[in-house]
């Protein structure tokens, strides 16, 4: 698995602004929803992507069956897909996303070759990890043990 330093990982959560999520779910106890509104929480600007919610609402905004549909510029693709079916979603990014910077594929989905490609056309791409849980991380949201627990204690 590629190690990724938390300069690199604070710098894309940085500059990103609009993340169009691929595989997200209606269903609360999903993680592609919770990922989804814990970053339209923190501002950034969620674009949901699933076909088979296409034309329903999600967090105020429409959800699209494919990233072909969305018109404005998206600065990062957020993977919630199985590992096998990344390639043509990489493909379809590289193809229709004016400004997209970075691809990030979500725990437990990773693809060399996908990658390989999108690096090739000078995008960051990360695999295998989680931007809420990144973000939590770098910028100090993680309480004890590592969780967002909302407890704060004085000292350990």
Known sequence: MPEYSDTHLKDI??????????????????????VARYL????YRVLPINPGHAG???FGQTIHARLSEITEPVHMVDVFRRSEVVPPIVDEALEVCKGLQTIWMQ???EHADAATKAEAQDINVIQ????????QRLFGEL??????????SSKL
């Open 13 to 34: 959560l940085t500059r990103s602004k609009t993340i169009a999520i691929v595989g997200v779910s209606l269903n609360p106890v999903r993680p592609s929803y919770y």
């Open 40 to 43: 339209a929480l923190k501002g």
């Open 56 to 58: 329903k609402m999600l």
């Open 107 to 109: 725990i437990g989905v």
């Open 128 to 135: 295998n990890r989680c931007p809420k849980i990144e973000y």
């Open 143 to 152: 309480r004890m043990g590592g969780f967002a627990t909302g407890i704060i």
